[in-house]
């Protein structure tokens, strides 16, 4: 099933577009026209969805909050991927003008819909 539906603007520096879905899982695009500071705060989240993030342009530092609390901090580049398991407090800022990354979820994020 394509969806490729159309970007919706998110906030004045990103914008996100659902790619595909099939079977359960979602593909996701979220771009990002300028950088931020890397010492900028960075808001997490969390989710009972399994994630896989690909780097598709520019540079992002994620911050990861392990079960155990221990926060990790990464910096990944076009080409990278991150695998974040279900329920994995997690957040990122872009380092780079006009970084772009794919979210891979499953199950479906019906709150992204």
Known sequence: MAIN???VQ???NSKRRIAQILDGSMLVELAFEHPVDEN???ATHKHFHEQITYIKKGTFKFLIIHENGE???RIV???D????RSNVEH???PLAENSIFMDFFNPIRVDLL
């Open 5 to 7: 539906q159309d970007w």
């Open 10 to 12: 998110l906030t004045d």
């Open 40 to 42: 900028s705060t960075i």
């Open 71 to 73: 926060q990790e901090e």
């Open 77 to 79: 580049h076009e080409g």
């Open 81 to 84: 991927t991150l695998a974040l």
């Open 91 to 93: 957040g990122c800022i």
